[in-house]
């Protein structure tokens, strides 16, 4: 049977993970890490996608991304995995694939999903057991949405700018948020439909989600005829 497209819609919070071939290494060393993040960078302004979280483990990555296209988030992805492998295996001697597959990604509802998915976003190192909080792993936006540091990748998403009136409110707010952790239910949630495809969110998330793509966004979800409008070995959290 074929595999349905994947889901991607304009203006929505898509949620995506990328994961490394047989569960190998991605980046070596820090040069390896600094070269992903600019081309994260480059290609997410050429695509017109706000990137609002994100982090780089050893062997995956994720990103909590809004594309101003329904072909942002698709040529953002294609782009900057064919240039990081072509750069990755002329600097380590290799060939062949190095992620697994393409990679996964869904659309989750803003109002009930954005913030849970930027905790378990940053917080995935500490689940990995790489880093006792998020503010002591440095490759991701936590350290920029607590006012640690600036990241010139990240676009604050309203959401997180509505927690406060001030900078020093936000963060505040942010790393409240994110000293409570995700509940394992919305954890849980966050990977099932990330790695299935199908969209997150209430159902009438999902009704208003429907009218804007002809592909289901659910299991046993019809949609529009054509033409109208889990926590892996340590260092591999998910």
């Given amino acids: 049977m074929a595999r349905q497209p994947r889901l991607t819609v304009a203006a929505y919070p898509h949620h995506i993970i990328q994961r490394g071939n047989n569960r190998q290494l991605i980046v070596q060393d820090d040069a390896d890490r600094q070269f992903l993040l600019a081309l994260w960078q480059a290609q997410a302004q050429a695509c017109q996608v706000a990137v609002h979280a994100y982090v780089l483990m050893s062997n995956h990555f994720h990103l909590l991304a809004t594309p101003e296209t329904a072909q942002g988030v698709p040529r953002m992805m294609q782009a900057v995995g064919r240039s990081y492998v072509r750069y990755f295996n002329n600097r380590h ?7 697994e597959g393409r990679y996964r990604s869904t659309l989750i509802e803003t109002e009930r999903y954005l913030l849970a998915c930027m905790v378990y976003i940053d917080l995935n ?15 991701s936006s936590h350290r920029h949405n607590v006012g640690m540091s600036v990241d010139k990748l990240v676009t ?3 959401l997180l700018w509505s927690l406060g009136n001030t900078p020093f409110a936000r ?20 990977t099932s439909a990330t790695l299935s495809g199908w969209a997150l969110g209430s159902e009438d998330f ?4 429907q009218d804007n793509t002809s592909r289901r966004i659910a299991p046993g ?10 926590t ?7």
């Fill in 171 to 190: 963060e505040a707010a942010y790393r409240e948020l994110v000293r409570a952790g995700v509940a394992p239910s919305q954890q849980q949630a966050l």
């Fill in 93 to 99: 001697g290799r060939s062949g694939t190095l992620w």
């Fill in 206 to 209: 999902k009704r208003g989600l």
């Fill in 125 to 139: 190192p500490v689940r990995a057991g790489l880093a006792e909080a998020a503010a002591d792993y440095p490759w």
């Fill in 232 to 238: 892996s070995p340590k260092g591999e959290s998910l």
């Fill in 156 to 158: 604050p998403h309203a």
């Fill in 221 to 230: 979800q019809r949609g529009r005829p054509p033409g109208s409008a889990a």
